[in-house]
């Protein structure tokens, strides 16, 4: 069954292709929902929202977008909810463990090195507003291209681009402090 008739199917036939729908993109929405309110519970949340507001827009989906990205919208818009009833910042976003790829057994400087960046990145990241953690998640975490993006924010390509760009400024902003203490201290080889 083609992914762009699921709705379609699942409209006509009442539920019979919704737990496909289910099945097929919660594991994606529940990542990206994750790293948008940082922590686990509030992203089983907003994945089980978004699937309610989706089955019950299942008559208004028009077929101009896909599938993932219609669900996405509705996941990011449930998370951007959330987090604007919360504040827009000061959530902590998770971070991988594996962020850096070694090449041997990091050494316990590096280790304890990478641990300090994480904590930062992270840090960085819940300073940003709602939007531009959404874009940069979607962007740099998902490798979601900026058209798909722009259709799940709702907002025009180029505005999309721009919700990147200031993300990736901030970040890098923000991380420059721990960049320059790396190239002194050597560490920035790792």
Known sequence: MEEATLPE???????????TLV?????YLFRVAYRMTGN??????????????????????????????????????CCLDLLRSRGRRGIPV???ENLAVWTSEPSPEQRMFSEEIRRHLGAALSRLTAAERAAFVLRHYEGAP???????LGKPAGATRHCVFRAVQKLREALAPLAAAARASGEAGI
Do not use: C, K
């Not at 099945?23 to 594991?27: A, C, I, L, T």
């Open 40 to 77: 686990e519970q509030d992203a089983e949340d907003m994945v089980q929202e978004a699937f309610l507001r989706a089955h019950r827009r299942f008559g208004s989906y028009d077929g101009q977008a896909e599938v993932r990205t219609w669900l996405t919208r509705i996941a990011v818009n």
């Open 23 to 27: 099945e097929r993109h919660s594991r």
């Open 9 to 19: 199917e699942a409209h006509a036939d009442g539920r019979a292709s919704f737990p």
């Open 94 to 96: 998770p971070l991988e």
């Open 146 to 152: 900026v058209e798909e993006i722009a259709r799940a």
